[in-house]
């Protein structure tokens, strides 16, 4: 569909020559005199993007320009001006113009800013169905067993506040998500969500990570740094693996839970930040407070709302539509064919103990529909430990043979490796000593397989 653009300009030579130019590029053109005939065309027409003039009889283009932004806050408007100044053009930069166009035109120059516009509306729009599908597939947990629906209807009260909230639960029960549903449910959902990971995070680095540092305040330090709780600034902090973090670090980070402020190392200004803090952790906080390796200040400090997040043993009635929600989104990242569980396959995993929790089912549930041919997955299919009754290798189909041997051996790699980072937790430097690998070596065996977005990245 060609996109349409409004010229608003009261010289009909100037509107004729755009015109031309402008169709002759394939666009669709809409030609007004005046800012009122422009306000009354966006809102009979909509077109994707405003070129207009400054001066015009009536309202000239900066009132024009009002007017579009305050009912149209998302149309691209390129303003054109033969009498320009820098206070106009800085005016109509405040209102949220992408370009400025001085006459006489040079439609070349006029073309390209054209089209770039488009370019920049484009990206513009990506974000945004980006954005939504982020939030909608954080947003979403997945299950109906009384558990799940409890945890619910914990943070639907609490996630428009701004109570800190401590996040529990054993390791791949999806904390994590947890933590970017609230954040989601927030008022501070606009804003960033900035995470850290407290076991990834070096003892004589913590400082810098968290509080950001100065040009110079070390060797190596080029540059100024910021923090991650400036970064987090009027949005949330979300501390994972809390239980990990040395006494050292807890001192610190308990001085600035507390006061908001802080100074980068290296620095003397104090900086004051709004955030939210939510924490998680698969220890027990009260058991490493016994044990002298928590500090009990922070932990109450933390532990303002506890939610729980049930382990997968917990809620086996929600195995069904977990393997649903992960089946399909496997077939769209990947374009692994559709498949489904048979009722006897299913009834098999409902019935495993899943020390691995919702991640363990996952991994399982890719491996299976990489390994299993045809449409359905059998309970043959499915290998020990999560079938007693399975040989001790997986069970394949006879058309996995059919394949050529380079075919075969890429499954089984992928297979493999899928393994041993689920054994490394997605730790990719842990996953090449298990497996007896240079880090390097695996990183482009999992770039060759499409699997390098199973590393789980420091945050």
């Known amino acids: 569909m060609a996109r349409t653009i409004l010229i608003v300009d009261d010289e009909k030579s100037i509107l004729r020559t755009l015109e031309g130019a402008l169709s002759d590029e394939n666009y669709s053109t809409i030609c007004v005199e005046n800012g009122e005939a422009a306000i009354e065309k966006i809102s009979e027409e909509m077109p994707d993007l405003v070129l207009l003039d400054i001066w015009m009889p009536g309202i000239d283009g900066i009132e024009t320009l009002i007017k579009i932004r305050e009912s149209f806050p998302n149309l691209q408007v390129i303003m054109m001006s033969g009498h320009g100044t820098i206070e106009t053009a800085v005016k109509a930069t405040k209102l949220g113009i992408y370009d400025f166009i001085e006459k006489p035109l040079s439609l070349e120059k006029l073309l390209l800013t054209v089209e770039n516009a488009f370019k920049h509306s484009h990206l513009e729009e990506q974000i945004d169905i980006l954005t939504q599908q982020h939030k909608k597939n954080y947003s979403q ?45 927030s008022k501070r959902s606009s804003k960033p969500l900035v995470e850290v990971n407290c076991a990834a995070i070096p003892e004589d680095l913590i400082e810098s990570e968290l509080f950001g540092h100065e040009k110079g305040a070390f060797t190596g330090a080029t540059t100024m740094r910021k ?3 400036d970064l987090a600034h009027e949005g949330t902090l979300f501390l994972d693996e809390i239980g990990d973090m040395s006494l050292k670090a807890q001192s610190k980070t308990l001085r600035i839970l507390q006061e908001q402020r802080f100074e980068r190392v290296g620095g003397s200004r104090t900086i004051k930040v709004d955030v939210r803090v939510l924490a998680a952790t698969n220890k027990s906080l009260e058991h490493e407070i016994e044990q002298g390796h928590f500090r009990e200040d922070l932990y109450f400090r933390l532990n303002v709302i506890p939610i729980y997040v049930p382990a997968l043993r917990e809620r086996t009635e929600d195995i069904p539509d977990l393997i ?29 103990t899943w020390p691995g ?44 043979f059919k394949n050529s041997f380079k075919d075969a051996r890429n499954n089984f790699e992928r297979m493999y490796i899928i393994q041993k980072l689920e054994e490394a937790e997605r730790n990719i430097s842990k ?9 390097s070596n695996l990183y ?16």
């Open 444 to 459: 482009k065996k999992l770039k060759h397989l499409g699997l390098d977005d199973k590393i789980k990245h420091d945050s």
């Open 141 to 185: 947990i997945v299950g109906n067993s009384s558990a799940i629906v409890n945890m619910k209807e914990q943070i639907k009260i609490v996630a428009p506040t701004n109570a800190w909230i401590l996040i529990t639960g054993e390791n791949g029960t999806g904390k994590e998500l947890v933590a970017r549903s609230i954040h989601s449910l």
């Open 324 to 352: 649903k929600t992960f089946v399909e989104g496997i077939h769209n990242s990947t374009n692994i064919p559709l498949k489904v569980l048979s009722e006897d396959a299913i009834a098999c995993l409902k019935n495993y």
């Open 431 to 439: 996953a090449a000593a298990i497996m007896g690998v240079e880090r």
């Open 227 to 229: 923090g991650k709780f």
């Open 357 to 400: 929790n919702v991640r363990e089912l996952k991994n399982l549930v890719e491996r299976l529909m990489i390994m299993a041919q045809g449409e359905e997955i059998c309970l043959s299919n499915i290998p020990k430990p999560y079938n007693s009754s399975a040989t001790e290798f997986i069970a394949l189909d006879a058309d996995l």
